[in-house]
């Protein structure tokens, strides 16, 4: 694993995601991860695994840096068009379930009578409750599925990384939705909410990668 999350910062050409770790994963914008830069001796078995020729640690020096002209260049290469299709696909079935979802979040809090932050924090709450956990599932299944793999095997890739990944998830969900019910108007909160999802499901993308080259 390449650790939690801690930063982020986006670029026009690239998402760059620091974790925990001191590592620094870039994506380009299909969340296809181009390089890894830092001490990727804990990563060696995805050694190589970059999609398109940057492959992890590829393009830096000794210490680990790359300037922006090194990160487009990798960037600029090809990508694996298949993963980007299996990662659109989910997307496009998880947008609408969460607008409706949230609007069911909405209804609950307001029959309760919970108004002001107290309603932004019981919305997070129910979403980290009935949210996270069953769209990981669902992320990690569906792209095993989606790869051709069999339930069983999609079930273990769900065991091996689910557990990590909402580790991850739940800080920067928490974060976010805090945006997403306290200062976000509804008429824009699905906008809001997939735009810190291309973040958030690069992440996913490249813990599934990383399975992927372990199975």
Excluded at 158 to 163: G, I, R
């Amino acid at each position: 694993s390449p650790g939690l999350p801690t930063a982020v910062s986006i670029h026009s050409k690239f998402i760059a995601i620091g974790t925990d770790r001191s590592l620094v994963l870039l994506f380009d914008h299909f969340q296809e991860v181009r390089q890894v830069l830092g001490n990727t001796h804990s990563l060696s078995d995805t050694s190589g695994a970059g999609a398109g020729g940057g492959g992890i640690g590829g393009g830096r020096g000794d210490d680990g840096r790359m300037d922006s002209d090194d990160a487009n260049s990798s960037l600029n290469s090809g990508y694996e068009l298949a993963r980007t299709g299996r990662v659109c696909a989910y997307r496009m079935v998880h947008a609408p379930v969460v607008d409706a979802v949230f609007r069911q979040f909405d209804a609950l809090v307001l029959s309760w009578g919970v108004v002001g932050a107290r309603a932004v924090v019981a919305k997070v709450a129910l979403d980290q409750t009935f949210m996270l956990g069953p769209t990981t599932v669902a992320f990690f299944m569906s792209q095993s599925l989606m790869e051709g793999k069999s339930l069983d095997e999609g079930w273990q890739r769900v065991e091996s990384q689910a557990l990590p990944t909402m580790m991850a998830g739940c800080p920067f969900w928490c974060s976010a939705h805090a945006a997403t019910f306290g200062l976000v108007p509804v008429r824009y909160r699905v906008v809001w909410v997939q735009t810190a999802a291309v973040v958030w499901v690069a992440y996913m993308s490249w813990m599934n990668q990383v399975s992927r080259l372990k199975e």
